[in-house]
């Protein structure tokens, strides 16, 4: 059995110890949902007083060449790409994962020949269901084909186009076979289109060892880059050449600054550019991946494994009966960087928790997920957050009024 004193002495031998100072952290509070929106790195808060006072401020619009604005996507891109597993010209900054996923699955329809099927799960994270519904929507002849969980190998056939997953599942953390079912997929003359948002930054993805042909994800949960951060996506460079960008924007033109009538797509991963960037976004983002210079993503990933590890075992000591259920994989090796518990009432648990200053989140109908992100949490905040979630269960004070209205984001 764990004790306090363990993880005290473990967190001074952490070789991930000493990032934690890399972020700014309000005193007082254990934050559990890095998962969902990224801690603020110091260098990210800096870099943005930096452009907007003086890049804004005073260069004004000479900064898009004077402090290279104009190429800032790809430089942020280039800076995820080894956190995926990709070259430097396979990612590029843009958009949100909702517009990303839009433009990769239509564009992936658009080049399998008579293919029209995209292929999906149900029960996965709702935007990118509802992007691929606006999708057949819009073109009469794609077909959207939802299966159920651990469908997808017996729903391929010659019709299929392309076939979007998430590589962690948003509710249960659950990790799925990123190579296997690329390969899979590949072999049934289809393209692999991953989400990445719960994976990238505290996984050791491998985009192209995985086989994998599409990506997109997220830049505000574990790439800290602020809330509404850009997303990114991933194009093999096998496929650059031959995919178009159905939104066809002036900064994915070969030549934006030639301001001709026709549009012609930039070579490579440029294309995948749509409207102007939003610079002081991208500065955030940018600045935030300093926070990961130096780290081995194996090194991250097994850290998070430990912590996760960790709660659960003390959840499990400390709350049984308390009508907690385990919602996520028991074994690290197939789990992200969160743990969910099911609880009846889940969303009061989760304000009370809250109210005590241990940050998690709820998600309908009744999971409260607890994000373990390697770079700045600690085992002693997980033995901590354990304690008051033991309080908070055996006191029941989760039935005071004040915690059961819900709010309009959970
Ligand atoms: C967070 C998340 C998104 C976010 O999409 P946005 O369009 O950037 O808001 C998409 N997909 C998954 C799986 C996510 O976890």
Redesign the pocket.
């Given at each position: 059995m764990t004790t306090r004193q363990d993880c005290v002495e473990l967190d001074a031998v952490d070789p991930l110890g000493a990032v934690r100072e890399r972020f700014s952290l309000p005193d007082g509070v254990i934050y559990l949902d890095g998962n969902?929106l990224g801690a603020l790195p110091v260098a990210a808060a800096r870099a943005v007083d930096e452009a907007v006072r003086r890049q804004w401020g005073e260069d004004l619009i000479a900064s898009w060449n004077k402090h290279g604005w104009i190429g800032l996507p790809q430089r942020v891109g280039g800076r995820i790409a080894p956190l995926i597993g990709a070259g430097a010209d396979e990612v590029v900054a843009a958009d949100?994962?909702?517009?990303n996923?839009f433009k990769l699955a239509a564009a992936a329809v658009g080049a399998r020949g008579g293919r029209r099927v995209v292929l999906t799960e149900g029960g996965?994270?709702p935007?990118?269901l509802y992007i691929l519904q606006g999708l057949a929507g819009m073109m009469p002849e794609v077909e959207l084909r939802v299966v159920e969980p651990g469908g997808i190998e017996a729903a391929l056939d010659d019709r299929v186009a392309v076939v979007l997953l998430?590589h962690v599942h948003?509710r249960s953390g659950a990790v799925r076979d990123m190579a296997g079912l690329s390969t899979t997929i590949r072999a049934a003359g289809a393209l692999s289109l991953w989400?990445l948002?719960?994976s990238a930054g505290v996984l050791d993805v491998d985009l192209n060892r995985a086989g994998a042909d599409l990506a997109a994800g997220?830049g505000?949960?574990y790439l800290s880059g602020g809330p509404g951060a850009p997303?990114y996506l991933f194009v093999a460079r096998r496929h650059q050449a031959a995919l178009r960008n159905p939104l066809s924007g002036w900064m994915g033109h070969a030549r934006p600054f030639d301001f001709v009538d026709d549009y012609a797509p930039a070579p490579g991963i440029d294309r995948w550019l749509c409207g102007t960037p939003p610079i002081l976004s991208l500065t955030a983002l940018d600045a935030a991946l300093d926070a990961f210079s130096g780290l081995d993503m194996a090194v991250v990933r097994a850290k998070a494994g430990a912590l996760g590890d960790l709660f659960i075992e003390r959840v499990e000591a400390r709350c049984a009966g308390k009508g907690l259920a385990l919602a996520s994989p028991r074994d690290a090796t197939t789990r992200g960087g969160q743990v969910s518990f099911r609880h009846p009432q889940g969303w009061a648990v989760m304000q009370n928790l809250i109210a005590r200053g241990v940050i998690g989140d709820f998600r309908s109908p009744d999971v409260i997920r607890f994000g373990f992100a390697p770079l700045y949490v600690r085992r002693v905040d997980v033995w901590d957050a354990v304690e008051v979630l033991g309080e908070v269960l055996d006191a029941e004070s989760w039935r005071d009024p004040r915690y059961q209205t819900v709010a309009t984001v959970t």
């Open positions: 969902s949100s994962v909702s517009v996923l996965d994270f935007t990118d998430s948003y989400d948002s719960h997220c505000y949960k997303a």
